[in-house]
């Protein structure tokens, strides 16, 4: 199966920009995530869909960054104006459902965001 | 709230020799454990996972884990290292299946094995 993916591998863009990141899940796969890594750390959620419903956006900077999942398949997440603590890789994953335990995450390569 | 520890940022060991790569976790409810494994420039690949039964848990690429209730912990184990097996593994948990609750992550440990 053909794997998750997301584009562009790489971004730089000067601090105050705006930036969009896009997503495209498996095949079927009703959850989709995005996920921030910054680096020396572990990834941390920042929003999680169901189809084309928001589940989780708890940890999502609602004031610069958002994401939208139209047709509950491909999904964007942007982020406007970017500042300097944005610099990190965003990795988009998904998976069959929600909370089934027997379905891991499959991760995109990620984008890799350098803010100057 | 639920969290995951990986006390060690490095692990080095020889090629051929077993590995063990640490992980304690908390959560107020049943743990659902899993390892993840990220390659350079390239997203995190599932490895293995326990969410109940026997206590030792086998994965992709030879690697398993063992559960212990007792004391918190899920370590990843190999038996006998390869130069490939250098990435960095990340441990994660969730408190409960069928919820909304996130996948929490650890920091990661960067493991070199040396040839």
């Known amino acids: 199966e053909a794997g998750v993916a997301q584009s562009p591998r790489y971004k730089i863009i000067e601090k105050r920009q705006s930036v969009a990141f896009w997503c495209n899940p498996i095949?079927?796969?009703?959850?989709l995530y995005w996920y921030q890594q910054i680096l020396g750390q572990g990834p941390k959620l920042l929003i999680q869909?169901?189809?084309?419903?928001?589940?989780?956006d708890s940890q999502l900077p609602k004031d610069r960054f958002s994401a939208e999942r139209l047709k509950g398949v491909d999904s964007t997440l942007k982020i406007q104006p970017a500042k300097l603590e944005d610099s990190a890789v965003y990795l988009c994953?998904?998976?069959?459902?929600?909370?089934?335990?027997?379905?891991?995450?499959?991760f995109g390569n990620g984008t890799r965001l350098t803010v100057t | 709230a639920q969290s995951v520890a990986q006390p060690e940022d490095q692990v080095n060991v020889a090629e051929g020799n077993p590995l063990t790569v640490k992980c304690t976790y908390s959560?107020?409810?049943?743990?659902?454990l899993f390892w993840y494994v990220q390659y350079p420039n390239r997203g995190l690949q599932f490895l293995l996972k326990?969410?109940?039964?026997?206590?030792l848990v086998k994965g992709s690429y030879g690697f398993e884990a063992e559960f212990n209730k007792s004391q918190t912990s899920f370590h990843l184990k190999k038996p006998s290292a390869l130069v490939s097996d250098s990435a960095l593994y990340f441990c994660?948990?969730?408190?409960?299946?069928?919820?909304?609750?996130?996948?929490?992550f650890g920091s990661g440990t960067q493991l070199t094995v040396l040839p």
């Open positions: 994953a998904s998976s069959l459902s929600q909370g089934a335990h027997n379905s891991p995450l499959h």
């Open positions: 095949s079927g796969h009703a959850t």
């Open positions: 869909f169901q189809n084309n419903g928001v589940v989780d």
């Open positions: 959560v107020s409810g049943n743990p659902y």
């Open positions: 326990y969410i109940t039964g026997d206590n």
């Open positions: 994660a948990v969730r408190d409960r299946p069928g919820s909304a609750r996130q996948l929490t």
